[in-house]
C-alpha cells in the first residue's frame, strides 16, 4: 500500500519543476523534439516548444532569439523562471536569448545539445545570415564567448558526441564552463532521440538549483 506522505512529497517535488521550452536547430520545426517530448512529460515535466520561423538561416540568429523571447512573454508569468533546451542551431539562439535578451534572469536550468558554440565549418556551405554567424571566428560566436562565464550563474549541461559530422569539429561544441556530458552517439539528429541522451536530458532538468554567482 503506498505511503500517503511519500505519494504527497513525490507530487510536491513535481509541481515545482520548472517548465520546459525547447528549441531546435537549422532546418528542423518543433516535431524533431516529439520522442524527447514524451520522454520528459511521462517523467512530469510540462514542456512546450516553438517554430522558429524562417528555420533555414536566411535570418540571423539575434533575429531568431527574439522570437524565443517573444514567445516566453506570451506563455510565461513575467517573472516565471523557467528551463531551456537548445540543440544545434537552436543552442546559438538560446544562448543569444539567455545572454543578450535577458534570459539569464529567469533561465534556472540550461541544456545545449550539439551546439556550434565555437562554430562549425559546414556553416561555410551557405552565405545565409544565419550560417555567416555560425562560422569559426565569427563576430557572432566571439561575442557570445567573450562573457560565457555568465552560463555558471545557470546550471548549464552541454551534450555532444566526438561523431558529430554537422558541427565539425565536433568538440566545436565544447566549452570552458558547464557540466560536460559526452555521449558517443553517431548522428548529429539522434541526439533528440538515442535514448542515453533522453536520460542525461532527465537528470540535468532534474538537478536541484545552485546558488546563482
Not at 544545434?88 to 535578451?101: A, F, T, W
Not at 565539425?168 to 565544447?174: G, H, R
Amino acid at each position: 500500500m503506498s505511503n500517503p506522505r511519500l505519494v504527497e512529497e513525490k507530487w510536491d517535488a513535481l509541481s515545482r519543476r520548472n517548465q520546459v521550452l525547447l528549441i531546435h536547430g537549422i532546418s528542423d520545426t518543433k516535431a524533431v523534439f516529439r520522442k524527447m517530448s514524451i520522454y520528459l512529460e511521462e517523467r512530469g515535466w510540462s514542456v512546450h516548444s516553438l517554430n522558429l520561423i524562417p528555420n533555414n538561416a536566411t535570418l540571423g540568429l539575434d533575429q531568431l532569439a527574439k522570437q524565443v523571447a517573444d514567445y516566453i512573454a506570451e506563455h510565461f508569468g513575467p517573472e516565471q523562471p523557467l528551463d531551456l533546451v537548445g540543440f544545434s542551431m537552436g543552442g546559438l539562439v538560446s544562448r543569444y536569448y539567455i545572454q543578450r535578451l535577458g534570459g539569464i534572469e529567469r533561465v534556472q536550468r540550461y541544456i545545449n545539445i550539439s551546439a556550434p558554440n565555437n562554430g562549425t565549418w559546414t556553416a561555410y556551405l551557405l552565405s545565409r545570415p544565419g550560417c555567416v554567424q555560425m562560422r569559426p571566428d565569427s563576430e557572432f560566436i566571439q561575442d557570445l564567448n567573450r562573457d560565457c562565464q555568465m552560463l555558471e550563474r545557470l546550471n548549464f549541461t552541454r551534450l555532444w558526441t566526438p561523431f558529430d559530422l554537422m558541427i565539425v569539429p565536433a568538440s566545436s561544441s565544447q566549452m570552458p564552463v558547464g557540466k560536460e556530458v559526452e555521449i558517443p552517439v553517431l548522428f548529429h539528429p539522434w541526439m533528440l532521440t538515442d535514448h542515453r541522451c533522453l536520460k542525461a536530458v532527465a537528470a540535468a532538468l532534474a538537478e536541484p538549483l545552485r546558488g546563482r554567482v
